[in-house]
């Protein structure tokens, strides 16, 4: 077994949603350990979880510019080698410049910057290195979604003709509807979250969605959002409609205010010889459907799956794998990567991933402000 790569953390702390997420995901494999991190803002609350979790203290840092000043003074086989960027939207392109300019490895949360050009700055700046970058799109860890872009991929469907992602969550009904309580999310604050609330934060999972199932590029896209009051700034409900080169079409739909809906992601992908669909909140399942047919399931671990799908999997059939596994799944791809090992280009999703989903966020705003007008993504 090779050395435990060293692994950074920032944001993610104990008062985060996505920090145990990252944290479990980057044990389960054993190629990391974490040995620095600023948690918080609060250098006490972030002293205060390191020891909550037994992590050593001497390398939790005010900021994050001084995490990567201290580090650099350290001898580089003791120092963090890739840090994990877990903040509110508006600090991941400061973060990630910061890591980038100074050899740091990045695994970036998504939306991976609050705008295009910042995201192309990020873009131009790994450019010049030979540094990794991941954008942690979670789905695309399962291995049944892994399973569904390399059947694609080996034309099982046929042409593509319709593609139909769904990303329906319920949470923030009992905030929108309070106007003394839309200011209690960051979410909420163009300032901190990036032009957009739903399609930034879940819109883009189901844009990157149709993308790594599919291997096509959207080419235009037709947004309507509802901001449901005069007074919200940020959408939080949308339909788009999606064109890609030729005659295929399709929609994303997305919503925070699809009441009692929890994390419902669901992709239908389909084409002139047959059909896949897949749900989030069922992860296991992946529905293979004809016209001729009676519906199949695929399920992980069998032999009959691909190897990028069967790489995702670690115990036999029918030991259910979650959202930990599928995190896991892309920093174990990210570990091979930094190890300069071979790995297939969907075991992470990249730096062109974050570049796409920010014209995909800043496109869906233009279209609504512009009276619903078709807008042509940046190639
Ligand atoms: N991949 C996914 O499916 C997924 C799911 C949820 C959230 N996210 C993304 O993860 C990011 C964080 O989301 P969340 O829901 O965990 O947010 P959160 O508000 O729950 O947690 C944010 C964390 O960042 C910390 N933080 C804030 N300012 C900081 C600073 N200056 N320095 C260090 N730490 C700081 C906070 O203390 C907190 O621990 C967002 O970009 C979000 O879009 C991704």
């Given at each position: 077994m090779p050395k435990k790569i060293k692994l950074g953390i920032l944001g993610g702390g104990?008062?985060?949603?996505i920090g145990v997420l990252h944290r479990i995901a980057s044990h389960i494999n054993d190629?990391?350990?974490?040995?620095?991190?600023?948690?918080?803002?609060d250098l006490g609350e972030s002293i205060k979880f390191a020891k909550e979790i037994d992590i050593?203290?001497?390398?939790?840092?005010?900021d994050f510019e001084t995490l990567v000043e201290e580090e650099l003074k350290l001898p580089k086989e003791e120092r963090i080698q890739v840090c994990s960027i877990l903040t509110p939207n508006f600090l991941h392109f400061p973060m990630a410049k910061k890591l980038l300019e100074n050899g740091f490895h990045v695994i970036c949360e998504k939306?991976?910057?609050?705008t295009y050009d910042e995201a192309k700055i990020l873009q131009k700046l790994l450019d010049k290195s030979n540094l990794v970058f991941a954008v942690?799109?979670?789905?695309?860890?399962y291995p049944m979604t892994r399973q569904m872009r390399e059947m694609i991929k080996s034309g099982a469907?046929?042409?593509?003709?319709k593609v139909d992602a769904q990303y329906y969550q319920g949470w923030i009904n009992p905030i929108i509807h309070d106007k003394s309580k839309?200011?209690?999310?960051?979410?909420?604050?163009p300032e901190k979250s990036?032009?957009?609330?739903c399609m930034g934060d879940i819109g883009v999972h189901a844009f990157n969605m149709i993308e790594f199932t599919?291997?096509?590029?959207?080419k235009s896209i037709l947004a309507d959002l509802n901001y449901?009051?005069?007074?919200?700034?940020?959408?939080?409900d949308g339909t788009v409609l999606v064109r890609f080169e030729g005659n295929a079409k399709g929609v994303i739909r997305s919503s925070?205010?699809?009441?009692?809906?929890?994390?419902g992601l669901t992709i239908a992908v389909y084409g002139d010889k047959g059909a896949l669909k897949w749900e989030q909140e069922n992860p296991n399942f992946l529905y293979a459907m004809s016209d001729d047919k009676p519906v199949q399931i695929y399920k992980p671990?069998?032999?009959?799956?691909?190897e990028l799908s069967l790489d995702g999997t670690?115990?036999?059939?029918?030991h259910p794998e979650g959202i930990f596994d599928a995190m896991a799944n892309i920093y174990l791809g990210v570990a091979r990567a930094i190890r300069g090992e071979k790995y297939n280009s969907g075991e992470f999703p990249t730096m062109n991933d974050g570049v796409r989903g920010l014209n995909f966020i800043e496109s869906t705003v233009k279209s609504h402000q512009q009276g619903n007008s078709w807008v042509n993504l940046i190639k």
């Open positions: 104990g008062d985060s949603l190629n990391y350990e974490i040995v620095g991190a600023v948690f918080n803002p050593p203290t001497n390398r939790i840092y005010n939306p991976m910057t609050t942690t799109h979670t789905y695309t860890g469907l046929g042409k593509i003709q839309r200011g209690s999310t960051w979410r909420l604050d990036g032009i957009s609330c599919t291997g096509l590029q959207i449901l009051y005069d007074d919200n700034k940020m959408d939080i925070q205010i699809a009441t009692g809906e929890e994390n671990g069998h032999a009959y799956n691909s670690k115990l036999p059939p029918g």
